[in-house]
Structures are given as structure tokens and as C-alpha cells.
């Protein structure tokens, strides 16, 4: 026979027990959902995801397969719209450090004052408005990856303070003495060439190689024309419901080829957009297009040879209000749209005589 005091020992064991199973159960539970959660991220940043047919970006999406196998530190280097961002997703969530974080920053809207904190982390109390500690970015990213994009606009203390994390994998938070070790892949993006903004005086020369391990150039759209095609059924897949393709005229075509695309596949997925919006057709045909990119590629058939900066600011002034309305009026995102600082917008847009609400 059990005494009460053994039967009360067993039941506390076996209420135990039972809590260890369903926790393992949950544990089992929550790790499958992950794994399938990685899975699909995984899905959503696919090799197939980025569009392309012509050489250049075959070359660069050989390397891709290869630098996702490793924590190389890679630079990607294009003009506004080309995608970058959308290579450093490809490389994270198919390497590695899928399943940990991704923390991007665009580092042109860092404040210079801020740009330390802000990237590594700050005490309590150590400059005015510091009422509490805070974490950065960099350790945010802590076992994932840190994507700096636009990185030739990091302030200069704060490109010292980067050299040092890259050399030794530790930082101080500001205000602290204490070194902090993480484990972070970086990756880095520019829309200029940091080798001039070196020799200009904007870009530190030893950070420069610091990060320069795995360049990557993306090429410009008018520099990759046989894509167009395949961009724009991808863009309109995403913005159509009807599982049939969309048929391009061919004088359209023409039309979208021999345009500079001076914003790149932004700019295209935008006029996409734009016609998926005011037409829902299923014919792209030229009096769709936006005028701006019908006034260029007239000029070359109409007989009429304009001056060079007639035809620039007519570009420039309907490229402006292109990027208006689509933020609403917001000149704080137009002006990082177009890669413009918000003084230099202003300054266009009393030049246009362009009238837009905030």
C-alpha cells in the first residue's frame, strides 16, 4: 500500500511529466512551423524572382549562387532602381543566416548627429535625450545579416566606428567602455562609385577596401533592354488577376527600348503600375505610356532637333511630378525617390513652377 505522502509524490511527478510532454510537444510544434516558415521566405526571395534574359545579369546571378554558400562581405554597386536591395534579400534568405535577422538601413536618412547610436547603440544619459539605453542596428542583427544601403552617406565618426566593428567583429555602445562581440554578415550598397567619392574626400579609402571583398555592378536598364519584355509580364503578373500574359505592341515596345530609364526597373514597375491602374488592359499600346517617355523617344522621329536643355528639363520636370504623385505630395520620400536631397527638390520644383500640396 502507498502512503499518502508517496501517492502525492507520484502526482506531482506525473503533472510533471505532463507539463515536459506538452512543452516538448509545443517545442516540436513551434520548430516545424519555423522550419516552414523559413521555407517559405526562402520561396519568396528565389533566383527566379530577379528577371532576367540578357548577359550582364546572367554573370551576376552565377556569382549570387556562389556567395550565398559563404559570409563573404559583398558590396553592390548600381544606380537608384537597379535592385540591390533586392540582391541583398536574394543573398540572405538563401545563405546561411536565413531564419535570423535581415536589418536594412538606408543610411542617407540617418542623422549625422545620430549615425553612431543609431548603428551601434547608446547608454543611458550619454548625450542629451539619451532617457534610456538602446540597442543598435548592428546588434539587432546579431548571428544574421546588416545591410547598409547607400553607404557613401554615412557620416565620417560613424564610417571610423564601422572600420573598427569590421576589424574586430566588436563595438561599444556610446557612452560605454565595454567591447560587445557579435556575429554579423555585412553587406553594403551604393548608387555612386566610392572610389570617386574616395578621391572627392566623402568616402574613407581603408573602409573602402574593408568591404570591397565581393563587388557586384548592376547594370543599368537601358543597358539590359532584351529584360523589358520579361519585366514588364513579371509586373504585371503581380498587378493583374487574369492568369493570361499581356501583349505589348510593337511600336510600344520600340518605344519602351529605345527610353534611357534614367530611374531603372523602379521607374518601369511604376509606369507598369500606372497602366495596370488607369487602363487594366491587356495590349500595351504608346498612348498608354506617361508622356515624359513618349516626348523622348518622339524627338527622334519627328524631324525636330530640340536643344539638349530644353528637352532635360522637359524630362526632369515630368520625371518630378511622376514622383509626386505617386508618394501623395510627400516631398520627404519623392526627394529619396528621385536621390535628391529635399532642399534640391524644392529648388526644381520652383524652377518648374511645379505646384503640388504637401
Sequence with gaps: MFRDEDIRLMEIFANTVSVAIDNFREFKELKENSQSLITQIKHLHRLDEIIYESSPMREITAILQKATQSDVTVLIEGESGTGKELIANYLHYNGTRCGKPFVA????????????????????????????????????????????????????????????????????????????????????????????????????????????????????????????????????????????????????????????????????????????????TSLIKSEHLSDRIRYFCNMGTSGRSPKLKEARDNFEKQLIIDALQKHSGNRTHTSRYLGLTRTNLNSKMKKYRIVFPS
Design 105 to 280: 538601413v538606408n543610411c542617407a536618412e540617418i542623422q549625422p548627429t545620430l549615425s553612431e547610436s543609431i548603428l551601434f547603440g547608446h547608454k543611458k544619459g550619454s548625450f542629451t535625450g539619451a532617457i534610456s539605453s538602446q540597442k543598435g542596428l548592428v546588434e539587432a542583427a546579431n548571428q544574421g545579416t546588416l545591410f547598409l544601403d547607400e553607404i557613401s552617406n554615412l557620416h565620417p565618426t560613424a564610417q571610423a566606428q564601422l572600420l573598427r566593428f569590421i576589424e574586430t567583429k566588436t563595438f561599444r555602445l556610446v557612452g560605454g567602455n565595454d567591447d560587445i562581440k557579435v556575429d554579423v554578415r555585412l553587406i553594403a550598397a551604393s548608387n555612386q562609385n566610392l572610389e570617386n567619392e574616395i578621391k572627392n574626400g566623402q568616402f574613407r579609402t581603408d573602409l573602402f577596401y574593408r568591404i570591397n571583398v565581393l563587388r557586384i555592378v548592376l547594370p543599368p536598364l537601358r543597358e539590359r533592354i532584351e529584360d523589358i519584355p520579361l519585366l514588364i509580364q513579371h509586373f504585371m503578373k503581380k498587378y493583374r488577376s487574369s492568369p493570361h500574359p499581356i501583349e505589348i505592341a510593337p511600336e510600344t515596345l520600340k518605344i519602351l527600348e529605345a527610353y534611357h530609364w534614367p530611374g531603372n526597373i523602379r521607374e518601369l514597375r511604376n509606369e507598369i503600375e500606372k497602366i495596370h491602374t488607369l487602363y487594366n
